[in-house]
């Protein structure tokens, strides 16, 4: 049947940036300590007979994805959807840490004394593929590095198995998955991992009324790991002004090539900090204001 329902999602040490549909969001003042950013949707309808009539635009979106499950349409004033989205940034310290070894090998190790859990560690160079799947109840934990292979495919499956295996439905997990493959399987080297409940709900509170009987929240984390591989084919690509190959590492091409540019003897590094910039003036665009 029907019900309506009051929302809120607290954000500690963060803001809330892009939301749908329309909110009541709270912008806190960074220079306060603890700041918290919020949003909040006080009367959310929730029914089975909204018409899924859900808002488009010209071309392909991949959050029209996350449609694809069973869930009840919402409703807040004259906008429907299939879900609440909001998305932010802030500046609290992820539950895992990782690094590359010289020889390859992720370290992996848990900041808050935690397990670490399922994660999974995978490789695009080139479209070479490579991943391996593991899971630590301990708080460290080192992997090899998987083997490339030109016809291995990206390990949706294993990311689908984990996210039911803590708590989503299938259609809501092979959602999430579809949702986010285009950025999750990019160029570069990753971890993926399953952020521990107690952190979720510390740094996004969640406040539902009436209380429902249950709740599940399932947050992939995805961290960016720099091998030495990757420092040297930024190097050797700033050397030769090969942009198409610095193209391939998106958004991370500024922190890898800036420290590549920090270990460049002194009287080179000009000229590669204006082919850094040159490089990326071409296809970086300005951040979106949807809302």
């Not at 009840?72 to 500046?91: A, I």
């Not at 708590?167 to 570069?188: C, H, I, Q």
């Not at 084919?233 to 942009?243: F, G, H, S």
Request: hydrophobic content about 45%.
């Amino acid at each position: 049947g029907d019900v309506t329902v009051n929302v809120k999602v607290g954000f500690k040490q963060g803001f809330i940036t892009e939301w749908y549909p329309q909110a009541l969001v709270g912008v806190p003042n960074p220079q306060q300590p603890n700041y918290e950013g919020s949003i909040a949707w006080p009367t959310v309808k929730v029914s089975p007979s909204i018409a899924p009539e859900f808002p488009t635009e010209p071309g392909a979106s991949h959050y029209y994805m996350a449609r694809a499950t069973d869930a009840t349409p919402v409703q807040y004033g004259l906008q429907k959807e299939k879900f609440l989205f909001y998305r932010g940034v802030g500046q609290f310290a992820p539950p895992l840490s990782a690094k590359v070894d010289a020889d390859g090998k992720a370290v992996v190790w848990s900041s808050r004394d935690g397990a670490i859990g399922d994660v999974i560690l995978f490789e695009n160079r080139g479209g070479a593929i490579a991943y391996s799947v593991a899971r630590s109840a301990n708080g460290r934990l080192t992997l090899d590095r998987p083997a490339l292979d030109d016809e291995a495919t990206a390990p949706k499956h294993e990311l689908v198995k984990m996210l039911e295996a803590n708590g989503l439905y299938r259609k809501e997990a092979e959602a999430m998955v579809a949702t986010w493959s285009d950025s999750w399987f990019e160029e570069g080297v990753r971890l993926f991992y399953i952020v521990p409940r107690p952190t979720v709900d510390a740094i996004l509170p969640l406040q539902i009324a009436p209380a429902p009987a249950d709740v599940a929240r399932v947050f992939v984390g995805r961290m960016e790991l720099v091998t030495p591989a990757a420092r040297a084919a930024v190097k050797r690509a700033l050397i030769a002004d090969d942009r198409a190959t610095l193209k391939k590492y998106g958004r991370f091409l500024y922190p890898i090539a800036e420290r590549v540019i920090a270990e460049t003897p002194v009287q080179e590094r000009a000229l590669l900090q204006t082919r850094l910039n040159d490089a990326a003036a071409i296809w970086t665009v300005a951040p979106s204001s949807c809302r």
